[in-house]
């Protein structure tokens, strides 16, 4: 069955090609920067599969999407209780951002009603098959910056993809409206709902270093007497050391939804610099980690971590964040911090934005429409409480 076309545009459309494992090795990666990137950290994903790196990746096929000179990693999902929530709505919506996340409100009668409240829809967003889905921009990570993009670009691959996958929906993660309004824009104009996704926060590293938590935070690095270094000089063992202390962190205090990085992944960000690794080390042993990449002037930190055993005044996740704005300010970048402890980031000059999922149904049955318009409704409600609580 023919589709029409919701883009409206009839002219000539940029070139639009989908590679695969079977056809990778045809793919020429653009001689840009993020280009080689991309061939540096995905070309690996694909050829040895996801799970050597991110365990927690199931059922899912990592494809790229080569429009013009741009190359854009797709991810192509379907239900499995145990997917990282990166490439999984259900894990997202349900598992993490559902009966997760009321643990942390210390109200047994408030959480007991939200999990009766939660049960019927898990059953009800399962049967509508909510994680049949395709993930535009997916680098298996939990914040997705952009590349240079065009409104045509995003439109000629939106509708490849409506085409090649008729049967799923279509969601470019990780769109805000403070450094991608553009995209936001077009999206929208493409038809795509805006669904929350979460609150994340924004910093200028010029603007934080005016603080007084900033001042107090070189202070504290001071007084504990910790080294930065590099990760390019860490061996194996220290990688694994740092792997630790971002599943101390990241999946023992947070959540197992979240993506379970390997020694291979570590090994591949030091040695094909698919992060900038930076470690806070004393007497010969590392206590923190945080891994960067940058992207269009921005930077973001997928990988945090930190020895939880030790005594809070040592303060090593606010030392974390003082490295990280400090990179900021040498290179001239925005910081993007992701989600989470909004009141720590706020004091520190940090300005939070609403992060959502743009997701197109039009092409699918009602059925399959249903459950992101529920998620859609919730949204409504819980931007500006999600707001007014700095989450």
């Known amino acids: 069955m023919a589709l029409s076309n919701p883009f409206g545009a009839t002219h000539t459309r940029p070139t639009v090609e989908l590679f695969a494992r079977e056809n990778i090795h045809a793919l020429a990666f653009p001689q840009t920067e993020d280009g080689d990137y991309a061939r540096r950290y995905l070309l690996p994903i694909i050829l040895d599969g996801a799970q050597k790196y991110i365990k927690n990746v199931y059922n899912?096929?990592?494809?790229?999407?080569?429009?013009?000179?741009?190359?854009?990693?797709?991810?192509?999902?379907?239900?499995?209780?145990?997917?990282t929530y990166t490439v999984s709505p259900y894990s997202h919506y349900v598992s993490y951002g559902g009966f997760e996340e009321v643990k942390h409100l210390n109200n047994p009668p408030v959480e007991a009603l939200i999990k009766f409240i939660m049960n019927p829809v898990a059953w009800y967003f399962r049967y509508a098959e909510l994680d049949k889905v395709v993930f535009v921009n997916n680098y298996l990570l939990s914040?997705?910056?952009?590349?240079?993009?065009?409104?045509?670009?995003?439109?000629?691959?939106s509708e490849a993809l409506i085409r090649r996958f008729p049967e799923r929906v279509i969601v470019f993660r990780s769109v805000d409206r403070k450094?991608?309004?553009?995209?936001?824009?077009?999206?929208?104009?493409?038809?795509?709902?805006?669904?929350?996704?979460?609150?994340?926060?924004?910093?200028?590293?010029?603007?934080?270093?005016r603080t007084r938590q900033y001042k107090e935070d070189v202070r504290v690095l001071r007084k504990h007497?910790?080294?930065?270094?590099?990760?390019?000089?860490?061996?194996?063992?220290?990688?694994?050391?740092?792997?630790?202390?971002?599943?101390?962190?990241?999946?023992?205090?947070?959540?197992?939804?979240?993506?379970?990085?390997?020694?291979?992944?570590?090994?591949?960000?030091?040695?094909?610099?698919?992060?900038?690794?930076?470690?806070?080390?004393?007497?010969g042993k590392i206590n923190a980690v945080m891994g960067f990449f940058i992207r269009n002037d921005v930077m973001t930190q997928p990988l945090f971590g930190y020895d939880t055993s030790l005594p809070q005044e040592e303060g090593l996740y606010r030392l974390?964040?003082?490295?990280?704005?400090?990179?900021?300010?040498?290179?001239?970048?925005l910081v993007h911090a992701s989600g989470g402890v909004g009141k720590f980031k706020?004091?520190?000059?940090?300005?939070?934005?609403?992060?959502?999922?743009?997701?197109?149904?039009?092409?699918?049955?009602?059925?399959?429409?249903?459950?992101?318009?529920?998620?859609?409704?919730?949204?409504?409600?819980a931007i500006p409480y999600f707001q007014k609580m700095d989450f």
């Open 60 to 83: 899912t096929q990592l494809i790229l999407v080569k429009v013009d000179d741009v190359i854009i990693p797709i991810t192509i999902s379907d239900y499995h209780p145990d997917n």
């Open 143 to 157: 914040t997705n910056l952009y590349p240079s993009v065009n409104s045509e670009q995003l439109s000629a691959v």
């Open 179 to 209: 450094k991608n309004p553009h995209i936001y824009q077009a999206l929208e104009e493409c038809g795509y709902d805006m669904v929350l996704s979460r609150q994340v926060w924004y910093m200028e590293p010029e603007e934080a270093v």
């Open 225 to 283: 007497g910790y080294e930065v270094v590099n990760g390019k000089d860490l061996n194996d063992v220290e990688l694994a050391r740092a792997l630790h202390l971002y599943n101390l962190l990241y999946l023992e205090k947070y959540s197992y939804y979240n993506p379970q990085f390997t020694l291979e992944f570590m090994k591949l960000a030091r040695d094909e610099g698919i992060l900038h690794l930076r470690a806070l080390k004393r007497d």
């Open 320 to 333: 974390l964040t003082l490295i990280t704005l400090q990179e900021g300010l040498e290179r001239k970048l």
């Open 346 to 381: 706020k004091v520190r000059g940090g300005k939070s934005v609403t992060e959502y999922n743009a997701v197109f149904t039009k092409h699918l049955p009602l059925w399959r429409r249903r459950p992101w318009k529920l998620i859609k409704l919730f949204s409504k409600y």
